[in-house]
């Protein structure tokens, strides 16, 4: 049943609302009046009048429209009552009544499920008391009632039975008992459904009391007739029987003759059950009366509905061809007033467009005459790159050939006598050089394909002989790293030839191929395949490693193109191979394209003409001597790291180490990480790991002093090396020493954000690299730095809370007085309340130092912070202002703590 909304409210708003005259409050109080009387034809025609002259969107006319949806739903006119209610919840949305707003969605929903659109009437009733919730308004619970009843006919029987049990909780607070019958009734019903008749049976009961508590004669039948089907369901036919008698004469005596009809029915069903046949032919006999009264009712009321229905339709069409005629008069009278104002109008608009024209085409003009210098400069730029990288890799060869020459003349001089160590490092030198001098022959081959100055030498080949021939170089390498490579070819009629420069296409398949080795990991494999595709060879270079992100796609072809985000960082790269893949393919007026997937691997295809000659054309190729001269430049990079290999690399130092303090090296770069450790080995215990994996597993086993630790590196670098070491209770108090090439202030603070107590950057000083360590080993800094304005870099948290606030505030005063040079420890202890003895104790258990250690260890990171920062211009301003008036002294202090000299700090 719809709801009544005007029952209480209208008279409210009629003394709220404010008008200018007395004739819309009056129409307004007939439509609600003839509504009330039953007279709905009468209620339409006065509302639709009230509509039709009243254009003022407030609460009157939304109530308007609310009587005008409630009249069409007695008439089962479901479609324009919901044009009215939805005009309705416009309009009391737009002017924030939310407690009328809700009733009227109710209402919304109410209709939908008379529609059997359960799914929409869920929404709306949800709605309904979401709206009410949120604004702190009066729960409704038949809102709840009905949700659930539409939640048992969709089988949500446990969402159901969680709005009943609201629903009832709201009914009670409320003391609304038809409410809260209505719920226990909805609650049986929505077990009956489920099939547990003998709890539903006890629900029912309860509710017929409350109905019959109440006098709510209707709802005493409907759950009376209700509770005697599930006395048939659970074969107790006596009971049902009982129940349907003496309900039966109730209804009978009320004239309701649906539920004469319903009870009768199950009466009738009980009595067939238990087999008492005669009887229940005359209960049919007497139901069957009433059912033929029921449908010559309705039939009448039918009848009536659709006579008042014809009757307000006719009356709405006479109002609206009034309304219509009106229209047109003024429309008439509009158009002749558009008329006159359009012609004028339009040769404005006229001008003005052409005025818009001519000023878009000045604007385009200017803007293709600045796209055009701009694409001018960017070409120049570009030229401008390539020639400095061209006059580099030039002015590279004259220094590097002296070096490479100077050096090979001492390996070769049979006047010096070389130890096996200097002798290993001069052959690394001469191997770097060979490797700088391949990169410059790369960038000169890549400048002179962009000029059209690189001449090519084509020859028609077999391109499967040649991928055999490279799988087959690859094979040893492959198996060494642990990697599945294979050579696939699809059978096809015809020779695989194709006419090309057998040495510049040697550059593109070396390259490809050892792309895909050094970037797919030991258990993977990587897949060389030939296949014929219309009249093209497609030759595809598939692994299935790391693969690429999707964002870095489209610029791996560019020059000097770096990946930001590779997990392999042991040969990263200079962005040049891929692009003197991509000049030499399109030499061959081939294509070369990629299609990758991150962690699932990469594709790499060239599409080539097939050329059909005679087998004599065909040239042979011998071998592939600019691989193999390339593998044994990059031969030592591409050492495996085997989990079978030893955990631990010990040095084997020229003295004893066994009392020396032991340093752990973390670096990929085998020919870095050896030169590190020979450099590190004069002094101490040295362990080396390759990666941040396999530094775990060392510290795991042994008793390291200190960590020297590179960032990049392959499956786990320095980042995740120190976040581990920074997590773990053993492993955080061992100091680390980052060493890297990434010399970024982000890599900085990112580094020493996780606690790291020093960071070098490469290339450096052995001397310098030797007195850091030394520095972090004679120093056990314990104190913490929770706080981010602390001066110090380490993250040890072996302080309680206590110790922490209290170290904080020494080095608190130390630099509010750090500029005076007279600070002593007993002005410290007196600001803290202590004895110059006890205040001296605390520092040496806080910090494993004197007190006036302490101090100085604050004034040099106060400098050494001045000097990053850049505050001070010379060191002399520096030693002024941590309290040092000698300036030669605050010299001699500042590179023993750091390594280096105030002026070459940066």
Request: aromatic letters at 10%.
């Amino acid at each position: 049943m719809a709801y009544n909304l005007l029952a209480e409210e209208s008279g409210e708003i009629l003394g709220q609302e404010t008008f200018g005259n007395l004739y819309f409050p009056l129409l307004f109080m007939r439509v609600k009046s003839e509504y009330n009387k039953g007279n709905y034809l009468e209620a339409i025609s006065s509302a639709r009048e009230f509509i039709s002259k009243y254009n003022k969107p407030d609460t009157l006319l939304a109530y308007t429209y609310t009587y005008l949806g409630n009249a069409y739903y007695r008439f089962d006119d479901y479609d324009i009552a919901l044009d009215c209610y939805f005009k309705s919840k416009e309009i009391h949305q737009s002017i924030e009544r939310f407690d009328q707003l809700a009733k009227v969605i109710g209402n919304i929903g109410l209709i939908y499920s008379k529609l059997n659109n359960y799914d929409q009437a869920l929404d709306y009733y949800k709605e309904a008391i979401s709206l009410l919730k949120h604004n702190n308004l009066k729960l409704d619970s038949h809102d709840y009632n009905q949700l659930a009843r539409l939640n048992t006919r969709i089988g949500n029987y446990e969402l159901a039975s969680l709005y009943l049990d609201s629903a009832r909780i709201i009914a009670v607070e409320q003391r609304d008992y038809l409410e809260e019958h209505y719920s226990t009734l909805s609650i049986g019903l929505n077990l009956y459904h489920q099939g547990y008749y003998e709890k539903s049976k006890a629900y029912y009961e309860q509710a017929l009391k409350g109905y019959q508590s109440i006098d709510a004669t209707d709802n005493v039948l409907e759950c009376a007739q209700h509770l005697a089907l599930i006395y048939i369901k659970l074969k107790n036919y006596d009971k049902a029987i009982e129940l349907c008698q003496k309900h039966l004469s109730v209804a009978y005596s009320t004239n309701n003759l649906p539920q004469v009809v319903k009870i009768a029915e199950k009466m009738y069903q009980a009595l067939v059950a238990k087999g008492n046949y005669k009887e229940a032919i005359f209960v049919q006999q007497n139901f069957q009366q009433a059912k033929d009264s029921i449908e010559r009712s309705q039939a009448e009321s039918n009848k009536y509905k659709v006579q008042m229905r014809i009757e307000a339709e006719k009356r709405a069409n006479e109002n609206e061809l009034l309304k219509q005629q009106k229209k047109v008069d003024e429309e008439t009278i509009r158009a002749q007033n558009i008329l006159l104002y359009s012609i004028g109008v339009g040769m404005f608009l006229v001008i003005v467009i052409a005025l818009l024209v001519y000023r878009a085409y000045l604007i385009n003009k200017r803007l293709s005459a600045k796209i055009q210098q701009q694409s001018d400069r960017l070409r120049q730029l570009d030229e401008a790159k390539s020639r400095f990288f061209a006059n580099i890799s030039h002015d590279l060869r004259t220094p590097l050939t002296l070096i490479m020459g100077g050096i090979d003349q001492v390996l070769k001089s049979e006047d010096l006598l070389l130890t096996e160590k200097a002798e290993r490092q001069l052959k690394t030198a001469i191997l770097n050089g060979q490797r700088i001098i391949h990169l410059t022959n790369e960038i000169n081959e890549l400048i002179k394909l962009e000029d059209g100055k690189l001449v090519t030498h084509k020859k028609y080949i077999d391109i499967d002989k040649m991928l055999k021939l490279f799988v087959k170089m690859f094979d040893s390498m492959a198996e060494l790293k642990g990697i599945h490579l294979s050579y696939s070819k699809s059978i096809f009629d015809g020779e695989s030839v194709i006419h090309i420069d057998p040495f510049q296409f040697e550059k593109v398949l070396f390259n490809l191929i050892t792309n895909a080795l050094k970037h797919t990991k030991s258990g993977d494999s990587v897949t060389v395949a030939l296949n014929r595709e219309y009249e093209n060879l497609v030759i595809s270079v598939i692994d299935s490693g790391e693969g690429i992100p999707e964002q870095n796609l489209p610029y791996i072809f560019e020059r000097y193109y770096q990946a930001p985000d590779t997990t392999f960082k042991t040969q990263e790269g200079f962005g040049i191979g891929l692009a003197l893949v991509k000049e030499i393919i399109s030499k061959h007026n081939a294509t070369i394209e990629v299609k990758s997937k991150l962690g699932q691997g990469s594709e790499f295809v060239i599409c080539i003409r097939r050329e059909r000659v005679p087998a004599e054309e065909i040239t042979q190729l011998p071998d592939l001597s600019y691989s193999d001269e390339t593998m044994g430049l990059f031969k030592e990079l591409d050492e495996p790291i085997e989990d079978k290999s030893p955990v631990v690399n010990i040095s084997h130092a020229i003295e004893d180490t066994s009392d020396k303090p032991t340093v752990l090296i973390v670096e990929d770069h085998p020919e870095v990480r050896e030169f590190i450790q020979n450099i590190v080995e004069t002094k101490y215990h040295v362990l080396t790991a390759p990666n941040g994996q396999r530094a775990l597993k060392v510290l795991d086993k042994e008793t390291v002093n200190l960590i020297i630790t590179d960032l990049m590196m392959p499956w786990f670098d320095g980042f995740e090396l120190l976040e581990k070491l920074k997590e773990s209770e053993k492993l955080r108090k061992i100091p680390a020493l980052v060493l890297s090439a990434r010399t970024s202030e982000e890599d900085k603070t990112k580094v020493l954000s996780q606690g790291v107590n020093d960071f070098l950057c490469k290339p450096f000083n052995p001397d310098e690299l030797l007195i850091r360590i030394e520095n972090l080993l004679n120093r056990k800094e314990i104190w913490n730095n929770n706080n981010e304005g602390a001066l110090f870099i380490n993250n040890q948290q072996t302080l309680d809370e206590i110790e922490q606030s209290l170290l904080k505030k020494v080095e608190h005063l130390i630099l509010e007085k750090i500029d005076d040079p007279n600070l002593s420890i007993n002005y410290l202890a007196d600001q803290i309340a202590v004895s110059e003895r006890k205040f001296y104790r605390m520092i040496k258990k806080m910090t494993d130092g004197t007190p006036y250690e302490f101090i100085k260890e604050v004034r040099m990171q106060f400098a050494n912070r001045m000097l990053k920062e850049k505050t001070v211009s010379n060191a002399s301003e520096v030693a002024k202002a941590i309290g040092m008036n000698n300036v030669s002294h605050f010299n001699t202090q500042f590179k023993k703590r750091f390594g280096k000299a105030p002026v070459e700090q940066k």
